[in-house]
């Protein structure tokens, strides 16, 4: 849950004629969609994404600077760039920096980050940030 979406609950909480009885509604569908979100992840469907995925992230690719990239399907675990948006190479990295998260928790612990990539904000204002490679490709023409 994002910043927006936290303001916006607490606001709905607040307006509430009892937001005891809100809340607790809220925390039972929030239980309800993991209980289902756990029942899906079963399915043989979700077991063949996975393999999917993971072949997405073990192909290989090989970047240079002004390379222009998108993220690879189901890859996605930055806010920036959006899907389908490409990026430009501003540096690779090698050898591969270890991210340096410190929560073994977090999805960036000891990422191994090879890609400085330059993104436009909603400014058109260039913004670098460090990516693993692993979850980019080429973009197409």
């Known amino acids: 849950m994002d910043d927006d979406e936290l ?11 009892n937001p005891g009885k809100k809340l607790r509604a809220l925390v039972e569908q ?12 079963r399915s043989p469907e ?26 690879k399907p189901g ?5 920036l760039p959006a899907y389908g948006v490409p990026a430009v190479v501003i540096e690779v990295i090698d050898p591969p920096i270890l991210d340096t998260e410190k929560s073994t928790g977090s999805t960036y612990y000891r990422e191994p980050i090879t890609l400085r990539l330059g993104v436009l904000d909603r400014d058109q204002e260039l913004l670098i940030f460090h990516f693993d490679g692993n979850r980019f490709t080429h973009q197409e023409a």
């Open 30 to 41: 929030l239980a309800d969609e993991q209980s289902e979100f756990v029942d899906r992840s």
């Open 7 to 17: 303001s916006q609950l607490v606001e709905t909480l607040v307006a509430s004629d």
């Open 46 to 71: 979700s077991t063949e994404r996975l393999r999917e995925v993971h072949a997405l992230y073990a192909t290989p690719n090989s970047f240079k600077v002004g390379d222009l990239v998108v993220w």
């Open 75 to 79: 890859l996605k675990n930055r806010s």
